[in-house]
C-alpha cells in the first residue's frame, strides 16, 4: 500500500522559508505515470492547490504562489519537497503531500497525514 | 482560473436519508471532476474520480454524476460515519482548484 509522510519544522518566522519533504513508500517515486503534488490547508478553511512535479522534474505551480514556490523530486531517496519564501501569517496552514492518479485522471488518490505549519515569530 | 462553488455550504440530515450535493465549475470541465470526504484531524480522501467513477473501497452508497459545469455527489442512504467535510475538485487544467467544501451535520 502506497504511503506518503511529511516532514519538516512545525514552525517559520515571518519572512523565512518553509521547508517540507514527502517521502513516499511502498511504491516508486520514478513511475512515469504520476504527478506528486502539494496542497495547503489553513485552519478552519478549505484546500488549496500548491503545485505538482513528476519524476523527471517537470513542475506546475499555481499562479497565485509561483513567485515564492520552489518543488524539487530526489528519486534516489524516493522523495519531493516543496519550498515557500517569504512566509507571513497567511501561510499558516495544514500542508498536505499526495499522489495524482495515474491512467491519464490526476485527481489525488493518496494522501499524506500532513502536516501543521505555524509561520509565528 | 476555473472557479468552483459547492451548495449548500452545510447540510443537515439524519441517518439513513438520501442527501445530494451540487458543485458548480465556472467553465467546462468535461468529467474532470473528483469528491473527496474530510472527517476532522484528517487528510482528505478520495470517493469519486473521473465525476461518477467510485474509488476502490468505497461504499456504493456514495455515486456521482455530472458532465461540463453541473456535478452532484449523491449519498443513498446516510450512515454515522458518513457526516463529514465534501470537497469537489476540478483537474481539467492548472491550477487545480477546490469547491469551498460542504460539511454534512447530524440533524
Known amino acids: 500500500q502506497l504511503q506518503l509522510q511529511e516532514s519538516g519544522p512545525g514552525l517559520v518566522k515571518p519572512s523565512e522559508t518553509l521547508s517540507l519533504t514527502c517521502t513516499v513508500s511502498g511504491g516508486s517515486i520514478s513511475s512515469s505515470s504520476y504527478y506528486w503534488g502539494w496542497v495547503r490547508q489553513p485552519p478552519g478553511k478549505g484546500l488549496e492547490w500548491i503545485g505538482s512535479?513528476?519524476?523527471?522534474?517537470?513542475?506546475y505551480y499555481n499562479p497565485s504562489l509561483k513567485s515564492r514556490v520552489t518543488i524539487s523530486v530526489d528519486t534516489s531517496k524516493n522523495q519531493f519537497s516543496l519550498t515557500l519564501s517569504s512566509v507571513t501569517a497567511a501561510d499558516t496552514a495544514v500542508y498536505y503531500c499526495a499522489r495524482e492518479g495515474g491512467s491519464g485522471s490526476a485527481e489525488f488518490d493518496f494522501w499524506g497525514q500532513g502536516t501543521l505549519v505555524t509561520v509565528s515569530s | 482560473d476555473i472557479q468552483m462553488t459547492q451548495s449548500p455550504s452545510t447540510l443537515s440530515a439524519s441517518v439513513g436519508d438520501r442527501v445530494t450535493i451540487t458543485c458548480r465549475a465556472s467553465?467546462?470541465?468535461?468529467?474532470?471532476l473528483a469528491w473527496y470526504q474530510q472527517k476532522p484531524g484528517r487528510a482528505p480522501n478520495l470517493l469519486i474520480y473521473?465525476?461518477?467513477s467510485l474509488q476502490g473501497g468505497v461504499p456504493s452508497r456514495f455515486s456521482g454524476s455530472g458532465s461540463g459545469t453541473a456535478f452532484t455527489l449523491t449519498i443513498s442512504s446516510l450512515q454515522p460515519d458518513d457526516f463529514a467535510t465534501y470537497y469537489c475538485?476540478?483537474?481539467?487544467?492548472?491550477?487545480?482548484?477546490f469547491g469551498q467544501g460542504t460539511k454534512l451535520e447530524i440533524k
Open positions: 473521473k465525476a461518477s
Open positions: 475538485q476540478q483537474y481539467k487544467s492548472y491550477p487545480y482548484t
Open positions: 467553465q467546462s470541465i468535461s468529467t474532470w
Open positions: 512535479i513528476n519524476y523527471s522534474g517537470s513542475t
